[in-house]
């Protein structure tokens, strides 16, 4: 892990704080590209709480996500990004095509930009 992009950092720290889900990125990390929109934190937990309690036999990791939701915030600037609704960019294509949740790292993120990518056929 390398040292994270101070405006990278802002960034996410702003999307913590104003609770918003709006935000588009695209970010590269150890050679895969990802793009979609950033979530606070708690938002991305309950989330992925809600996809695991769904399924017959992952349904008790939700706790595990539900835990730290009741936490609360992390103290500190954050250390990852949070993104749903993201695709994972192969080609002309994006992995998943409904889009996923993923969880990166900070100072694993070699470069981004703002906005996302999106692929057409026409």
Do not use: C
């Amino acid at each position: 892990m390398s040292i994270p992009d101070d405006l990278l950092v802002d960034l996410a720290a702003m999307v913590e704080s104003e609770q918003t889900n709006q935000m588009s990125l695209t970010v590269v990390t150890q050679g895969a590209v990802i793009t979609g929109r950033l979530a606070p934190e708690s938002v991305w937990r309950q989330r992925v709480a809600e996809v695991l309690q769904d399924s017959d036999q992952l349904a008790p990791f939700a706790e595990v996500f539900r835990a730290s939701e009741q936490a609360g915030p992390a103290a500190g600037p954050p250390s990852h990004l949070h993104f749903h609704v993201a695709r994972i960019l192969q080609g002309t294509l994006g992995i998943p095509e409904t889009g996923g949740m993923y969880r990166i790292a900070l100072g694993d993120v070699n470069a981004w930009t703002v906005g996302d990518f999106s692929y057409s056929d026409k």
